[in-house]
Structures are given as structure tokens and as C-alpha cells.
Nanobody
């Protein structure tokens, strides 16, 4: 089991920045972590992920604007979001997957990000 708790969402003007955090507890050995988002009326979509080994991946829509990082000592993953756009408005969910079991369906409760134009 992996428990995830996000923080850092809020309201920001277009062009601004926010930093999301997600803390993991429980089974935290060799876990991949990432972020997804879901806008009103849309399906949940991939944003970025970082492997337990450090490799990072981004969706085309955020590449160059968002940066994912992690602090393995504290089992925390961060999403630095710069140059925010109104279309980035969504609930952002932290996701974790345990490499050794193949279970990738651990989710946080979500944090709202709203970008005003």
C-alpha cells in the first residue's frame, strides 16, 4: 500500500507559477511517481512522471513549462509549474506505482489548480 497526500494548489494568474508537492508513505521502496490532471468535463490525463531511478517524462502540453523532481529521502515528489495557462486549470492528482509489484493505481485526493486569464 502507498498513501499519497498532495498540497500546493491554488489560484494564479496566467503566466504565473505554482509548485505542487506529494508525500508518499507506506510501501515507498522503488516507486515511480507522477502527476495527472482532470479538467471539468474531460478525462484524466497524464502530466509528468519520474521513475524511481530518476528518469522523467512529460506530456507535450507541459514540456518546457513544468518540471518534476523528487526527494527520495523524504519520499516526496514535486511539480514546478511555470508559465501557467488557463488551460492548465484542473484537479491535479499524484500517482504512484510500485515497480516490484506492478501496481500503479495509487492516487492522492487531488489538489485544485485554477489559472485565471
Amino acid at each position: 500500500q502507498v498513501e499519497l497526500v498532495e498540497s500546493g494548489g491554488g489560484l494564479v494568474q496566467a503566466g504565473g507559477s505554482l509548485r505542487l508537492s506529494c508525500g508518499a508513505s507506506g510501501q515507498t521502496f522503488r516507486i515511480d511517481m507522477g502527476w495527472y490532471r482532470q479538467a471539468p468535463g474531460k478525462e484524466r490525463e497524464f502530466v509528468a512522471c519520474i521513475r524511481w531511478s530518476g528518469g522523467t517524462y512529460y506530456s507535450d502540453s507541459v514540456k518546457g513549462r513544468f518540471t518534476i523532481s523528487r526527494n527520495n529521502d523524504k519520499n516526496t515528489v514535486f511539480l514546478q509549474m511555470n508559465s501557467l495557462k488557463p488551460e492548465d486549470t484542473a484537479i491535479y492528482y499524484c500517482n504512484a506505482g510500485v515497480v516490484d509489484t506492478g501496481q500503479y493505481d495509487y492516487w492522492g485526493q487531488g489538489t485544485q489548480v485554477t489559472v485565471s486569464s
